[in-house]
C-alpha cells in the first residue's frame, strides 16, 4: 500500500538555525511529492513539489527539498528559520499515474525558540 | 486568502442535528474535495467531485452526505454524527482531478460534536 512517513512529531529549532523536516514514502514508482505548511487555524499551503527533473527543487518562504530516489526520501530544508515559520508540516505524495489521490504524512511540528 | 473559503468556521452541534458545511471557490477550478483532519492522524480523504460529479467516496458514513450544486460550490451535509466525528473539515479545489497540479486549501470548519 501507498504509504507516506514522516518519523519526527515535534522538533523545536532556534530562531536564525537550519532545518530539516524528514519525509520516506512508500509507491511503486516514483511518486509526485509535496510539502504542504498549515499555520494555526489555517488551511493548509503548497510549499513545492516534485514531479520530474532536477531532484532539488525550490519552494516559497525560502524553503527546498531534495528528492533521493536511493532513499525513498523527500526531505524539506531551509537554511535559517525565522518564528514566523512555526506551523506544522506535511509531506504528500501521489501516483504519476490518472487520478491517484494524495496521500498525506501525519505531519511535523515546528516550533521555533528564541 | 487562498481562494477557497468555508463556512462556518466553527460548529458544535449535538449528535441529533443537522448541520452543513460550505465551501465556495473562486480560483475557476473544476475538482472539490472534503477532506477530515484529526488529531495525530495523516489527512482523510473524504470525497472528490469532478465538473460537479462525484468521483471518490472513501467509504464515508452516510450520516455525511456530500453535495455539489456547481464546480464553485460544494456542501458537507451532517446527520446524526457522532463525538468521533469531531474534527477539522477541509475543502480543497484543483484545476482538475489529475494530479498535475497543487490543491490549494480552504482555512477549514472546525466541528465539535456534543
Known amino acids: 500500500a501507498q504509504s507516506v512517513t514522516q518519523p519526527d512529531i515535534h522538533i523545536t529549532v532556534s530562531e536564525g538555525a537550519s532545518l530539516e523536516l524528514r519525509c520516506n514514502y512508500s509507491?511503486?514508482?516514483?511518486?509526485?511529492l509535496f510539502w504542504y505548511v498549515q499555520s494555526p487555524g489555517q488551511g493548509l499551503q503548497l510549499l513545492l513539489k516534485?514531479?520530474?527533473?532536477?531532484?532539488l527543487v525550490q519552494g516559497i518562504k525560502g524553503f527546498e527539498a531534495e528528492f533521493k530516489r536511493s532513499q525513498s526520501s523527500f526531505n524539506l530544508r531551509k537554511p535559517s528559520v525565522h518564528w514566523s515559520d512555526a506551523a506544522e508540516y506535511f509531506c504528500?505524495?501521489?501516483?504519476?499515474?490518472?487520478?491517484?489521490?494524495?496521500?498525506f504524512g501525519t505531519g511535523t511540528r515546528l516550533t521555533i525558540i528564541p | 486568502e487562498t481562494g477557497v473559503t468555508q463556512t462556518p468556521r466553527h460548529l458544535v452541534m449535538g449528535m441529533t442535528n443537522k448541520k452543513s458545511l460550505k465551501c465556495e471557490q473562486h480560483?475557476?477550478?473544476?475538482?472539490m474535495y472534503w477532506y477530515k483532519q484529526s488529531a495525530k492522524k495523516p489527512l482523510e480523504l473524504m470525497f472528490v467531485?469532478?465538473?460537479?460529479?462525484?468521483?471518490e467516496n472513501n467509504s464515508v458514513p452516510s450520516r455525511f452526505s456530500p453535495e455539489c450544486p456547481n464546480s464553485s460550490h460544494l456542501f458537507l451535509h451532517l446527520h446524526t454524527l457522532q463525538p468521533e466525528d469531531s474534527a477539522l473539515y477541509l475543502c480543497?479545489?484543483?484545476?482538475?482531478?489529475?494530479?498535475?497540479?497543487?490543491?490549494?486549501f480552504g482555512e477549514g470548519s472546525r466541528l465539535t460534536v456534543l
Open positions: 480560483l475557476g477550478h473544476n475538482a
Open positions: 509507491y511503486g514508482a516514483t511518486p509526485y
Open positions: 516534485y514531479f520530474s527533473g532536477d531532484t
Open positions: 504528500a505524495a501521489g501516483g504519476a499515474f490518472g487520478n491517484e489521490k494524495l496521500t
Open positions: 467531485y469532478n465538473f460537479k460529479e462525484q468521483t
Open positions: 480543497a479545489s484543483s484545476q482538475d482531478e489529475l494530479l498535475t497540479g497543487e490543491l490549494f
